[in-house]
């Protein structure tokens, strides 16, 4: 069964810090890897996306990595600002079944002043 | 361009009462999806659309749930009759084909039952 698992489940840290979250996932065979920001009460919007040859990519203070043999991949964020307060979701998507996506349930990041 | 449009933003309903939820994706795309997304969890797959046609809807509850894709365009989801467990956001989102590496997502429609 395909799964994605998240962690941590919820986190704060202060503004201005750094954090990085986990994503472990078991879908195959691997198509692609998007990590999504859902701020509260809106739908997700998309970060990144990486496929299978590709192990990092960076959306200004977002960088992304990839790590296709162990299944794993990483969200790291640079001085947190308040504005980064919301839910990441990572999405794992198959090269079959019309490339259907499995969702994680996200990581609740609280960013305080 | 313009986003995914989702109508109503919120709608409260007593259980047993039917709603409905409108979805305008981005203009140009194929495939278009049904979420639903319980608080504290991922989006859940309800129904994929290519086109007018259904390309899964293994998870949409069918004894109350139905959803159509008429002319290729538009969508919608219909609850007949809720229940208290249907209380979630229904995300809608497009891609330009199915297999496309970005989904574009609406804000939700936030749905509460009582």
């Known amino acids: 069964k395909n799964q994605v698992e998240q962690s941590p489940q919820s986190l704060i840290i202060l503004e201005g810090k750094n954090c990085t979250l986990q994503?472990?996932?078991?879908?195959?065979?691997?198509?692609?890897l998007r990590w999504y920001k859902q701020d509260t009460g809106r739908g997700p919007v998309s970060l990144t996306i990486m496929t299978f040859s590709e192990n990092t990519k960076s959306n200004g203070r977002y960088t992304a990595t990839l790590d296709a043999d162990t299944k794993q991949s990483s969200l790291h964020i640079t001085a947190s600002q308040l504005s980064d307060s919301a839910s990441y979701i990572c999405v794992v998507s198959a090269q079959t079944n019309a490339g259907k996506s499995t969702f994680g349930d996200g990581t609740t990041l609280t960013v305080k002043p | 361009e313009a986003g995914v449009a989702q109508s109503p933003r919120y709608k409260i309903i007593e259980k047993r009462q039917s709603v409905a939820f409108w979805c305008n994706p981005i203009s140009g795309h194929a495939t278009l999806y049904w979420y639903q997304q319980i608080l504290g969890q991922g989006p859940k797959l309800l129904i994929q659309f290519q086109n007018n046609g259904v390309v899964d809807d293994s998870q949409l509850p069918k004894d109350r749930f139905s959803a159509e894709r008429l002319k290729g365009v538009d969508s919608t989801l219909k609850i007949q009759p809720a229940k208290l467990e249907d209380s979630a956001v229904y995300l809608c989102a497009s891609s330009f084909n199915q297999g496309a590496t970005e989904a574009f997502f609406g804000q939700g429609t936030r749905l509460t039952v009582v």
């Open positions: 994503c472990n996932y078991t879908v195959s065979p691997f198509s692609n």
